[in-house]
């Protein structure tokens, strides 16, 4: 039988609360338990595929194809497991489920109310990964903050499943904030007694408190927070602001946050933890022997969350190489011809981002050509892919008019279309061509050299693709497909000829950099860019006359 840990958020949203699920889930992993970790959302959209970046941050993607929230992304960095579909669930997936129950006659009658029937589904989908005996410990994190409205039928359920369980199978965690407040010089724990309150008058207690906070928690505060919280009084934990996100597992382990969680559980503590990997990449992250410059170019740029997974490759990617990865967010909508030199000229690689839509598309294609022409280290990722095309065909095969026919239906040369299994879609969520695909690599390829195999898996999720009927042309020019599916031949990677590092992908390395294996895309990426620097600072800097 699994045992449960539920994980709560009080006070203010944006704590960490998936980070710090992702910190325990490494701890426990790392004593030798198997465990996984999901994520309840309440928001009411059926997955967060349809949402906006803005509204949500990145959607990340899973190996089966589900369009999940980015602590995904997290769990799956620090635990290097893949999660799937049953890992997050939203309120509207809950509500979609017993809805269409509804009408196929499963409630016989009765009257469908939030409780039992809601909570009832969303106490099946909280145990549904412990049904068989996969794993010794799920982590749940419950997305919001308490207090919220849409978030009580979680906590209700909670309440319940912790009814029905013993004490020793399912604990609850909940993560708040001990502001300090300088006028008064002080730490104040007020909030949290609050938002404990809040919980208390449903029902639920939680057993062990995680407090965020930036000064240290001094003195008493501690045995203050334990009283006034009603939790043990070596069950509150500080969670200090940390340098990097990948300190705090570290932090974690420093604080016996894994040890007080399998003492309440009664299990033993399993082996030391083994955390050799990750004080390794920790090292080589803090000790880089030099930094580079790398421009990402894209239209969300204003919200760091909308490039999570990319932002995160880097750090990997740069740990690897032993460099710091000095990412400038360059809005591509904003991006005109004749400031490319001075917004792109300095930089040591270029990645152009994913992205759905017209806005910031030709800012895309003129960096792309600066890059193209300038020889600086370039990775496209989907619509990167695309745009890259797009910029070949019109700058080099000289196909003015050429474009995507997402931006442009009717266009006379649609060197990107879409696919043919989407012409008939009518809806929105969760069609796009979603989750792993095989890749087959050309031998003679910077992809197969990078990789090292002739076959790949990599994650998609996109509509459009690369327009066969115009492939011998583009590779007659000099831009090949060097890495296809197997059988629909879909161009998934594309490089250029003649140039130090032009690769591009219709699919996304980033939904599969962990800190144990960083993805060999970027790495590679970040290592030419790094020799890019060298050469560039032996130089003395760029060339001038290459630069246009
Ligand atoms: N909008 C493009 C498509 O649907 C690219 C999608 C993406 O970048 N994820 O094909």
Known sequence: MAKYI????????????????????????????????????????????????????????????????????????????????????????????????????GYLGKTVQVIPHITDEIKRRMTLLGQNDEYDIILTEIGGTVGDIESLPYLEAIRQIQWELSEEECIVLHLTLIPYLRAAKELKTKPTQHSVKQMAEIGLLPDVIVCRTEKPLYGELKRKIALFCNVKANSVIEAADANSIYEVPLNMMRENLDEICLDKLKLDMGKEPKMDKWNDFLSRLKNPKSTIEIGLVGKYVELQDAYKSILESFIHAGAANEVTVNVHYIHSEHLKVNQLKEKLGHLDGILVAPGFGNRGIQGKIDAIQFTRENKIPFLGICLGMQCAVIEY????????????????????????????????????????????????????????????????????????????????????????????????????????????????????????????????????????????????NAKGGVEEEVMS
């Open 6 to 105: 539920f994980i709560t958020g009080g006070v203010t949203s944006s704590l960490g609360k998936g980070i710090l699920g992702a910190s325990l889930a490494k701890l426990l992993q790392a004593r030798g338990y198997k465990v996984t970790i999901q994520k309840f959302d309440p928001y009411i959209n059926v997955d967060p595929g349809t949402l906006n970046p803005y509204e949500h941050g990145e959607c990340f993607v899973t190996e089966d194809g589900a369009e999940t929230d980015l602590d995904l992304g997290h769990y799956e960095r620090f635990l290097n497991i893949n999660t799937s579909q049953a890992n997050n669930v939203t309120t509207g997936r809950v509500y979609q489920t017993v809805i269409n129950r509804e009408r196929e006659g």
């Open 393 to 536: 065909a019109r700058n080099v095969l000289g196909y003015e008019n050429a474009n995507s026919t997402e931006m442009e239906e009717h266009a006379e040369h649609p060197v990107i279309n879409m696919m043919e299994e989407q012409k008939t879609i009518k809806n929105m969520g969760g069609t796009m061509r979603l989750g792993s695909y095989e890749c087959e690599l050309k031998k003679d390829s910077l992809a197969h050299k990078i990789y090292g195999r002739n076959y790949i898996n990599e994650r998609h999720r996109h509509r459009y693709e690369f327009n066969d009927q115009y492939l011998a042309e583009f590779e007659e020019a000099g831009m090949t497909a060097v890495g296809k599916h197997p059988e629909a031949q879909l161009v998934e990677i594309v490089e250029v000829k003649d140039h130090p590092f032009f690769i591009a992908s219709q699919f996304h390395p980033e939904y599969k950099s962990t800190v144990e294996n960083p993805h060999p895309l970027f790495v590679s990426f970040i290592e030419a860019a790094n020799k890019y620097a060298i050469n560039k």
